[in-house]
């Protein structure tokens, strides 16, 4: 306790963790699968992170730009706590720079933006009060990807988990397996982004590669941390069957109970061009899920379609009922279903 009391007092002054010194003079951030290697007053690929002499600091601990309850679903969490809400917090940066971002104005940061002096300085503390005030159930790091403000993400999980509240990563799932280790204890359940099952998707869309992000759904769901992952579905880039089975097949071996939710894109950022996801393709990407034998498959982003509905993967029956963001109905009797008594899969 001492130890990581005397941790959190140097992030506190600005000190990152998680970096290696190289033979060339050069200092390895480790946090996330890019391992960008910096010099003297140079920044890592999410701009958020700076060498300074012989260390590297973070520029945006505590440095608070978005801040909102949200419900649960919203993440989307669908089996962790169901209409709970959700504190939700993020600061400037992210590690990767994709075309269509919705939170550009948030994650993408300038060369020459001071992020240093940004948004409003809340100590963890705060954040866990906040919350309980606002009458959450969980602290979802989010908006933009959480592993670049990690520092102060894993302090607001720390002083979180000991108040009693669930910890959620809304991710990209580009952090190292070192990451993972650490968090596992505190972090309750993450969303990680599977964008597409081609690495020529990922390096043209979001300057990135798919294989770690693979590799850490496995890596989460063996530690232990409840996960859920999300599709954004683009019309002609992501969308075919081929990719799809892939994409599902792969979670169906790792775990069947893996929820996958297929979302509907709308054009932003720099991606203008492809319209939005019909909702005849959220349908087939979740029809293509169950066929493929994962238990859970949502589709979102299109009110009414009825493919927000939890059943029970044993007999059917209409477990949670869902509208949006909101829980219209939860039959789950202490986790299981009511009809046949099957556990449902999740944290209730």
């Given at each position: 306790?001492?130890?990581?009391?005397?941790?959190?007092?140097?992030?506190?002054?600005?000190?990152?963790?998680?970096?290696?010194?190289?033979?060339?003079?050069?200092?390895?951030?480790?946090?996330?699968?890019?391992?960008?290697?910096?010099?003297?007053?140079?920044?890592?690929?999410?701009?958020?992170?700076?060498?300074?002499?012989?260390?590297?600091?973070?520029?945006?601990?505590?440095?608070?730009?978005?801040?909102?309850?949200?419900?649960?679903?919203?993440?989307?969490?669908?089996?962790?706590?169901?209409?709970?809400?959700?504190?939700?917090?993020?600061?400037?940066g992210c590690n990767f720079?994709?075309?269509?971002?919705?939170?550009?104005?948030?994650?993408?940061?300038?060369?020459?933006?001071?992020?240093?002096?940004?948004?409003?300085?809340?100590?963890?503390?705060?954040?866990?009060?906040?919350?309980?005030?606002?009458?959450?159930?969980?602290?979802?790091?989010?908006?933009?990807?959480?592993?670049?403000?990690?520092?102060?993400?894993?302090?607001?999980?720390?002083?979180?988990?000991?108040?009693?509240?669930?910890?959620?990563?809304?991710?990209?799932?580009?952090?190292?397996?070192?990451?993972?280790?650490?968090?596992?204890?505190?972090?309750?359940?993450?969303?990680i982004d599977l964008k597409?099952?081609?690495?020529?998707?990922?390096?043209?869309?979001?300057?990135?590669?798919?294989?770690?992000?693979?590799?850490?759904?496995?890596?989460?769901?063996?530690?232990?941390?409840?996960?859920?992952?999300?599709?954004?579905?683009?019309?002609?880039?992501?969308?075919?069957?081929?990719?799809?089975?892939?994409?599902?097949?792969?979670?169906?071996?790792?775990?069947?109970?893996?929820?996958?939710?297929?979302?509907?894109?709308?054009?932003?950022?720099?991606?203008?061009?492809?319209?939005?996801?019909?909702e005849s393709t959220l349908?087939?990407?979740?029809?293509?899920?169950?066929?493929?034998?994962?238990?859970?498959?949502?589709?979102?982003?299109?009110?009414?379609?009825?493919?927000?509905?939890?059943?029970?993967?044993?007999?059917?029956?209409?477990?949670?009922?869902?509208?949006?963001?909101?829980?219209?109905?939860?039959?789950?009797?202490?986790?299981?279903?009511?009809?046949?008594?099957?556990?449902?899969?999740?944290?209730?």
């Amino acid at each position: 306790m001492i130890e990581e009391l005397e941790n959190m007092k140097n992030r506190l002054l600005g000190s990152a963790g998680w970096w290696l010194a190289q033979a060339d003079g050069t200092l390895e951030c480790r946090l996330c699968a890019h391992g960008c290697r910096l010099r003297d007053g140079q920044r890592g690929l999410c701009g958020v992170r700076l060498r300074r002499n012989d260390r590297i600091d973070s520029l945006v601990y505590g440095r608070i730009v978005a801040e909102h309850v949200d419900p649960i679903e919203k993440k989307p969490i669908f089996h962790v706590l169901p209409g709970s809400l959700s504190y939700s917090i993020a600061t400037h940066g992210c590690n990767f720079r994709c075309l269509h971002c919705q939170n550009a104005g948030i994650s993408q940061v300038p060369k020459d933006m001071k992020v240093e002096i940004s948004g409003v300085y809340r100590k963890p503390g705060e954040i866990i009060e906040s919350a309980l005030a606002g009458g959450c159930r969980s602290i979802s790091y989010t908006y933009v990807e959480p592993t670049v403000f990690y520092e102060y993400a894993y302090d607001c999980c720390l002083t979180a988990f000991a108040k009693g509240l669930k910890n959620i990563f809304v991710s990209n799932g580009y952090m190292t397996k070192e990451i993972i280790a650490e968090l596992a204890p505190v972090l309750t359940a993450i969303n990680i982004d599977l964008k597409s099952f081609r690495d020529e998707f990922y390096k043209k869309i979001c300057g990135a590669r798919v294989q770690p992000v693979l590799d850490n759904i496995v890596r989460c769901r063996e530690a232990g941390i409840w996960v859920e992952v999300t599709t954004l579905l683009i019309p002609g880039m992501n969308d075919e069957d081929q990719e799809l089975t892939h994409i599902a097949s792969f979670l169906a071996k790792i775990d069947r109970s893996i929820p996958w939710h297929v979302s509907g894109y709308h054009p932003a950022y720099k991606m203008t061009g492809p319209p939005s996801t019909p909702e005849s393709t959220l349908l087939r990407a979740r029809q293509i899920g169950l066929d493929e034998g994962l238990h859970h498959v949502y589709s979102g982003n299109r009110c009414g379609s009825g493919g927000e509905d939890t059943s029970c993967p044993n007999c059917g029956f209409l477990l949670i009922a869902r509208q949006g963001f909101r829980v219209t109905a939860n039959r789950l009797k202490v986790g299981c279903c009511p009809a046949c008594n099957q556990p449902l899969a999740g944290i209730w």
